[in-house]
């Protein structure tokens, strides 16, 4: 199992008789970013407390970095990070002392200590603000003091619960870059997310939590290619090709105006080339062929009845 960062099974958690996690089921490689994407209260933050050992589960096991969850609770800690969802930056210290204080608290001294905190201020480029309280640092600058916080112990596995949620554009993916460095260096990363595109760009592999359960497992691209509306669209060069097109595959819909024919399909190159030798035996050209694939909004929507936070938003 040394490859396996984080293995889940049947993890159940209520509070009174609400059913927050209704058996949930994980196996996240390591080295790899995982990302748990749901909407408000699709029971997220409290997946990861369970499995930061915050929270103890009603039912169910979990093996993180190869450790029990139930028994071996202090080997678990101190193979994890954890950068909650909201920031543990204390505001009255600046950020060298908050990082100082966690290097305190985990017992880095002298050197060893200054070496770790000054590498951090500088890998996340906040030299020029260490001396000053954490209080009047951006939204962007927080997120990115309190991740540095995680990584004081170097840990292997590092949970981060909506590490962007509010940061603007820029800020969003200087954090992914820096999530990208870290999985570089071997880090195993479970992300928590509301945002599909972020799931999109990060993640190797994506679970969709919907009150409580997995509704769906799989790559952003496999997640995509599970609802319909994939679909192989075939522009030509005039009305009579189209014609002709159309006659050949009747499952397009046209679109006259376009001199287009939208093709249902999965998107996936046998499907396009089966597509294209039909069209050749009739000699029959496309003057541009693309490939449209739903986004995991589509996604997101086909498989839970409802959209995500950030699609209501927009
Ligand atoms: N300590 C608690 N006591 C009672 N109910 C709780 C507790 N913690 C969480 N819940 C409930 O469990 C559900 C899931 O909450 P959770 O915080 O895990 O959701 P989330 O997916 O992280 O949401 P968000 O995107 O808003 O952070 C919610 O209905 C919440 O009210
Ligand atoms: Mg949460």
Redesign the pocket.
């Given at each position: 199992m040394n490859n396996t960062a984080i293995a889940a099974s049947g993890l159940r958690?209520s509070?009174?008789d609400?059913k927050?996690?209704d058996g949930i089921d994980l196996n996240i490689a390591a080295g790899s970013i995982f990302s748990?994407l749901?909407?408000?209260?699709?029971?997220?933050?409290?997946?990861?407390?369970v499995l930061t050992t915050l929270?103890r589960p009603d039912d169910g096991t979990a093996r993180i970095a190869g450790f029990d969850l139930a028994t071996q609770a202090r080997e678990v800690r101190a193979s994890i990070g954890v950068t909650g969802?909201f920031a543990a930056v204390d505001d009255l210290l600046t950020g060298a002392e908050n990082l100082r204080l966690m290097a305190d608290l985990h017992r880095l001294r002298g050197a060893e200590a200054t070496r770790v905190v000054t590498g951090l201020l500088e890998r996340f480029d906040l030299e020029a603000a260490a001396g000053k309280p954490a209080s009047t640092y951006s939204g962007g600058m927080r997120r990115k003091l309190d991740l540095a916080m995680t990584l004081v112990t170097r840990p292997r596995i590092v949970f981060l619960?909506?590490p962007t949620?509010g940061l603007d554009p820029r800020s969003r993916r200087t954090m992914w870059d820096i999530v990208r460095e870290l999985t570089a260096e071997g880090v195993t990363i479970f992300l928590?997310t509301?945002y599909l595109e972020e799931a999109d760009q990060l993640a190797d592999h994506i679970a969709v939590?919907d009150q409580?359960r997995i509704v769906a497992e799989g790559t952003a691209d496999e997640l995509k290619r599970r609802v319909p509306g994939s679909h192989i669209r075939l522009r030509f060069t005039d009305l009579a090709e189209l014609d002709a097109a159309a006659a050949v595959l009747p499952a397009g819909t046209r679109d006259d105006e376009a001199l287009a024919l939208n093709v249902p399909g999965d998107g996936g190159s046998k499907a396009l080339r089966a597509l294209l030798d039909r069209l050749a035996d009739h000699s029959l050209e496309a003057a541009d062929v693309s490939i449209h694939t739903p986004d995991l909004d589509d996604v997101f929507l086909a498989l839970t009845g409802h959209a995500t936070?950030e699609a209501e938003a927009q």
């Open positions: 958690k509070y009174g609400k927050v996690l748990l749901g909407p408000n209260g699709a029971g997220k933050t409290t997946t990861v407390n929270a969802q619960d909506e949620t928590t509301q939590l409580g936070t």
